[in-house]
């Protein structure tokens, strides 16, 4: 986890606010791990984490929603999670450590505040953190079975 969050403004611009989608072009494509000519950004955030991963020497693989888990939702269905991101890293030491990586706002990795329980946001909030949780559960058991890390990264990582 170090390695990532203490480099990751190293090798990339200035803040950026959670919005926007896009096609990203690696340019270092032999470090892509799927389609390097699909690769699809759901936000600027995941666009700053994109750019990290295909300019950092230590990530020798990555890849952006080519992992799929199949989760138990809220709703008791059985669903695939594609997390927004897969890595396999280099450590100092020589060891390689491969990583599925969420990004997420803060706000969504913690339960919402109770005192608005009667509102439709505060149960939007908790549908949302209860989907969440469910996959990020699925994303951690996959993790374990395969000597993997789960990390969820949010803006205060990303520094933004």
Known sequence: ???LTD??????????FMAY?????PTNPGKYRGNPTRVIYRS???RKFMVFCDNNPSIIEWGSEEVIIPYRAPDGRVRR??????????EKSGKLTKYIIEIKPK???????EKNKKTAAYRNAALTFAKNYAKWSAAREY?????????ILTEDHLGV
């Not at 706000?107 to 505040?113: A, E, L, R, S, V």
């Not at 993790?143 to 990390?151: A, K, V, Y």
């Open 107 to 113: 706000k969504q990795t913690n339960p919402p505040n």
């Open 1 to 3: 986890m170090n390695l």
């Open 143 to 151: 993790c374990e079975d395969r000597q993997m890390n789960f990390l």
């Open 44 to 46: 600027l955030w995941e």
């Open 81 to 90: 999670y594609f997390p927004d991101f897969y890595i396999k890293v280099k």
């Open 7 to 16: 480099t990751l403004n190293t090798y990339v611009g200035p803040t950026i």
């Open 21 to 25: 989608s896009g096609l990203y072009k």
